[in-house]
């Protein structure tokens, strides 16, 4: 599912310095459907600071068929 744009935006939380510990990512598929999908993220540190919010559009294409290593298709 190859990415066709992604917008990243960062807070001012990552002008405190590196966040330490654990971060709690949140990735949400808001629309899936006629070839695409678009999804909201999020991360924020262990102590609750959000550091970025990103949102993706993906293109979902029909999965390829199987083939051996010489090319041909498996039966």
Do not use: C, K, Y
């Amino acid at each position: 599912v190859p990415t066709a744009e992604m917008t990243v935006h960062f807070t001012d939380a990552l002008d405190d310095g590196p966040a330490h510990g654990w971060s709690l990512v949140r990735i949400r598929t808001d629309h899936a459907g006629g070839g695409w999908a678009v999804d909201d993220s999020a991360v924020w540190t262990a102590d609750r600071r959000l550091l970025a919010a990103a949102r993706q559009t993906r293109v979902v294409r029909e999965p390829l068929p199987p083939q051996t290593a010489a090319g041909t298709m498996n039966s």
